[in-house]
């Protein structure tokens, strides 16, 4: 496994890192959750993502209590906060009082003193900007937070909490978590040069558009009964011939390369040295031996160009 520097930060993370997004807490079998969990440690990954809204608290608990048996120093965990946890006006947001609340109780949810990363899910127009990055200063100043992140925020709003952090002299962005993969492509032209002009890394999720780009859907009118197309209709909607008919040429490169397209895939986004970390998801154990082989693949620029051309 090769490790990048988050960011201007000096922390190391794994070029591929796992999550819990869909997977644990929730439709995937504890055992296999857990086995996922401590084949990726084995193999080198020492960087795992969770939300207090993945399960409504049972991702944490599940990914916390299968850390537990590891050094905390050996690993990086990075949690977030911002979708709604309970039905009342307060229990969603970024507000302080939710902001706090929510982190205290990922860090019980966790049975951890502190988190690494601590991301803002998304972007709250109706909580000023200050207040929200004050507070998460203050759970840096209390150690219980290390790095501060956010997740899928617009190039301007990123740019304007830089400037909110520097005025007030708050701890600053240093990650951002966004999608990122060969068909969603939107942070190549504005959050990356920004992101390489401040020292803020990219931690990307679905690496592997819900599974698309391991070739597993080759038809999108037969759609395999245990995948999470068949569970999720948006993830069914994401899936059309074009992009399959794409996915199916990836493949004959990756062939030639001797790797799988969804290696293939993964050494796309990792060509990108703004990006710290590809974030996968894994319902059995073999699947992240597989996605960590994508870890120190260096593509050549003709198969760069070639991909290029089939992804046009």
Request: hydrophobic share 40%; glycine share 8%.
């Amino acid at each position: 496994m090769k490790y990048r520097r988050l960011g201007g930060t000096g922390l190391k993370v794994s070029e591929i890192s796992l999550g819990s997004w869909l997977t644990y807490g929730g439709y995937v079998e504890r055992e296999n959750a857990v086995n996922s969990i401590k084949t990726a440690y084995d193999l080198g990954i020492n960087f795992f993502d969770t939300a207090n809204v993945y399960e409504r608290g049972a991702a944490e608990e599940l990914v916390g209590k299968a850390l537990k048996e590891y050094p905390r120093e050996s690993y990086v965990l990075a949690t977030k906060a911002f979708w709604p946890m309970g039905d009342g006006p307060n229990d969603r947001g970024l507000s302080r009082k939710h902001v706090i609340e929510q982190a205290n109780a990922s860090l019980k949810r966790l049975g951890h003193d502190y988190v690494d990363i601590f991301y803002c899910h998304r972007h709250d127009p109706e909580t000023p900007l200050y207040e929200t990055l004050r507070a998460i200063d203050d759970l840096v100043r209390q150690g219980k937070v290390l790095y501060v992140g956010v997740s899928e925020w617009q190039a301007s709003q990123i740019a304007e909490a830089l400037g909110v952090a520097d005025q007030h002299l708050l701890d600053r962005i240093v990650v951002n978590q966004p999608i990122y993969n060969m068909f969603e492509r939107y942070i190549e032209k504005e959050i990356i040069p920004l992101s390489e002009r401040h020292g803020i890394g990219q931690v990307v999720f679905s690496p592997l558009a819900q599974g698309l780009l391991t070739g597993k859907y080759t038809s999108a009118s037969d759609i395999p009964e245990d995948s999470r197309a068949a569970k999720l209709d948006w993830v069914r909607k994401g899936i059309t011939e074009e992009k399959i008919a794409k996915v199916k040429q990836l493949e004959g490169i990756a062939a030639e390369l001797g790797i799988s397209v969804g290696n293939l895939a993964l050494a796309w986004i990792l060509r990108q040295s703004n990006v710290a970390s590809a974030l996968v998801g894994a319902s059995r154990p073999e699947q992240v031996t597989e996605n960590a082989k994508a870890s120190g693949i260096e593509l050549s620029e003709d198969v760069l160009n070639r991909i290029e051309e089939i992804l046009k």
